[in-house]
C-alpha cells in the first residue's frame, strides 16, 4: 500500500513556474514508476509525464515536453514535477501516482495508487 500527497500548486501568470511536489508513504517506493496526470474542468485525466524506479529514465506528454522536468529522490520517498513557461492550458488538478513496475507507463488504468490532487491555475 503506497499513500501519496501532493504539494505545491497555486496560481502563477502565464510565463511563470511552479514546482509540484508529492510525498509517498511506504518503505518500497523505489519499486514504483511514478507519473504525474492532470485534469482540467470536464476533461478526462490527460498523462503528463513518468519516471523509472530509478529515475534514469523518464517520459513526457508532446504537451509539456520541453517545459515541465520530472524528477525523483528515492532517498525522500518523493517525486517531484518542475513546470516552466506555463501557459493557462496548463490550468487543472494535478496527480501524482504509482505503478510496481519497471516500464514507463502513460496510461492511468495501469497505476494503481493515486494522490488527491493540487490545483494549478495559469492566468493569462
Known amino acids: 500500500q503506497v499513500q501519496l500527497v501532493e504539494s505545491g500548486g497555486g496560481l502563477v501568470q502565464a510565463g511563470g513556474s511552479l514546482r509540484l511536489s508529492c510525498a509517498a508513504s511506504?518503505?518500497?517506493?523505489?519499486?514504483?514508476?511514478m507519473g504525474w496526470f492532470r485534469q482540467a474542468p470536464g476533461k478526462e485525466r490527460d498523462f503528463v509525464a513518468a519516471i523509472s524506479r530509478s529515475g534514469a529514465n523518464t517520459y513526457y506528454a508532446d504537451s509539456v515536453k520541453g517545459r515541465f522536468t520530472i524528477s525523483r529522490d528515492n532517498s525522500r520517498n518523493s517525486v517531484f514535477l518542475e513546470m516552466n513557461s506555463l501557459k493557462p492550458e496548463d490550468t487543472a488538478v494535478y496527480y501524482c501516482?504509482?505503478?510496481?513496475?519497471?516500464?514507463?507507463?502513460?496510461?492511468?488504468?495501469?497505476?494503481?495508487?493515486w494522490g488527491q490532487g493540487t490545483q494549478v491555475t495559469v492566468s493569462s
Open positions: 501516482a504509482a505503478v510496481m513496475t519497471g516500464a514507463l507507463v502513460t496510461t492511468k488504468e495501469r497505476y494503481d495508487y
Open positions: 511506504g518503505r518500497t517506493f523505489s519499486s514504483y514508476t
